[in-house]
């Protein structure tokens, strides 16, 4: 019914920046909050950055400053601009969309995309 689909990861060296998108289809009548997640080999997925459909944003500490989070609720998308990229931000960056209510019925969802690969290395 609902689809999330990454584009924008790869490989950069540390001190590069990178653009994430995701976009959302499917029978949706609106999102609550958008984000991404990363995880990295041997780690638990953790939070990066989050936002609301109001604009409100939740970035984790280590992104701070570095990250911003975006979306256009229009067209059900979100944007994670990263700068000053480093190697420990070397993750699979997955999309998440929480609080989707769908056209069809009036509960509440959570979905996540398929995942993109960021590597930071020289």
């Known amino acids: 019914q609902v689809q999330l689909v990454e584009s924008g990861g790869g490989l950069v060296q540390p001190g590069g920046s990178l653009r994430l998108s995701c976009a959302a289809s499917?029978?949706?009548?609106?999102?609550?909050?958008m984000g991404w997640y990363r995880q990295a080999p041997g780690k638990q997925r953790e939070l990066v950055a989050a936002?609301?459909?109001?604009?409100?944003?939740n970035y984790a500490d280590s992104v701070k400053g570095r990250f911003a989070i975006s979306r256009d609720n229009a067209k059900n998308t979100v944007y994670l601009q990263m700068n000053s990229l480093k190697p420990e931000d070397t993750a699979v960056y997955y999309c998440?969309?929480?609080?989707?209510?769908?056209?069809?019925?009036?509960?509440?969802?959570?979905?996540w995309g398929q995942g993109t690969q960021v590597t930071v290395s020289s």
């Open positions: 998440n969309a929480l609080g989707v209510v769908l056209t069809t019925t009036r509960a509440k969802y959570q979905y």
């Open positions: 499917g029978n949706i009548f609106s999102i609550n909050v």
């Open positions: 936002i609301t459909s109001r604009g409100t944003t």
